[in-house]
């Protein structure tokens, strides 16, 4: 997650006209921190057993599916849970306040009022949520510091664990023992409890002129949120000539993949695991990217260039991280039609696609 910036106009058509989209690998309790250690063949994402909520009504949705009006919303996360749906998201007002909302709804029609994740009081806010379900049961919540950490320092990466959305633990620092330096900026923290052990995937760098960013992945040693941490690699993974962002690793097909957004022209891209899934290094090695088309909708008349002047299908995220409802694949996303307010963030709300195949989309009829 990051403030949306104007891009090289010039630059960015050259490298859509040559399809500048590649990837080169050859490829618990609600109190206390988790200590679930990794198990399991395959990735873990937040699923829940069928209850109403898992039911989707899609002939009574309309876009867009979620807004404020007066806050922007970005990097949604929704889960199934207990009954309802559960939306986590960044929220930014228009004196620069980010915090994590949470909503909920039966239906995905109806929310309520937006609540608040625990503010931690020595940072400025918090942004860039998202959800793992841990082999034990209980749900990880990963998110960054936002804008600053404590005493101006950079973002930092936290954890929170919950098994309903409404109490949660202390945050967990992430990453301290090797990357804790106020200059180090990370943001966009994803676990994955994979076969070659518990994954962090984050982006490192910062935006300031000169300096360059990176999708990075780190482990836990001990299978812990508490680590210690070490450092796996930067996987090679290029798109419009850059790297990518927010990320949310999946399971498709029994097949390890990865949910992005890349940095120029913020759209969202997916990739298979080319690597060996029970190695840590096997993770740095991922197919090329294929772009997700979602339908614009006429409540986002945004023209131009994504992430330049306005934004569409920024942020997305598959819920149930991959898990099919009916036959579908349910994508959440935000949209803004101009990047003038909100602090560059525009006034964005959610949308919700679905798709077959993950190549197809459509949005509600309504």
Request: proline share 7%; aromatic share 8%.
């Amino acid at each position: 997650m990051r403030p949306s910036r104007l891009v090289a106009v010039a630059a960015l058509v050259a490298l859509v006209a040559l399809g500048a989209c590649s990837s080169s690998g050859g490829h618990t309790s609600a109190t206390a921190a988790t200590s679930a250690t990794t198990a399991g063949p395959s990735t873990s994402r937040p699923t829940s057993k069928p209850a109403p909520a898992s039911l989707i009504a899609w002939s009574k949705l309309q876009n867009p599916l979620y807004g404020e009006p007066d806050h922007a919303v970005k990097d949604p996360a929704l889960v199934a849970v207990g009954g309802e749906w559960v939306l986590l998201f960044s929220r930014v007002d228009a004196n620069r306040a980010w915090r994590i909302g949470i909503a909920r709804s039966r239906d995905l029609a109806a929310w309520s009022a937006a609540t608040t994740l625990p503010r931690d009081p020595d940072t400025e806010g918090e942004a860039s949520p998202d959800v793992v379900l841990a082999p034990g049961g209980t749900y990880v919540v990963t998110y960054q510091s936002f804008v600053h950490d404590r005493v101006g320092a950079q973002a930092k990466l936290y954890a929170r664990t919950t098994t309903d959305f409404r109490t949660f633990s202390p945050p967990v620092r992430l990453l301290a023992n090797v990357l804790n330096r106020p200059a180090d900026r990370l943001i966009d923290p994803a676990l994955v409890y994979s076969p070659a052990g518990l994954l962090l995937g984050f982006k490192v760098g910062t935006t300031d002129a000169g300096s360059t960013q990176h999708f990075e992945l780190a482990r836990s040693a001990t299978g812990t949120l508490a680590g210690p941490w070490t450092l796996v690699g930067r996987p090679d993974i290029s798109v419009y000539g850059d790297t990518i962002e927010n990320y949310e690793f999946l399971t498709i097909d029994r097949q390890a993949a990865l949910l992005a957004t890349s940095n120029q022209l913020d759209r969202p891209q997916i990739f298979r695991l080319a690597g060996d899934p029970t190695e840590p290094a096997g993770w740095l090695r991922w197919s090329r990217a294929r772009e997700l088309s979602v339908p614009q909708e006429p409540w986002n008349p945004g023209t131009g260039l994504t992430g330049g002047t306005f934004e569409h299908a920024n942020c997305a995220f598959l819920v149930g991280g991959g898990v099919r409802r009916g036959g579908f694949s349910y994508l959440v996303y935000g949209d803004s039609a101009d990047l003038s307010t909100f602090h560059g963030a525009g006034h964005a709300r959610f949308g919700i696609a679905r798709s077959t195949d993950l190549v197809h989309w459509s949005v509600p009829p309504g």
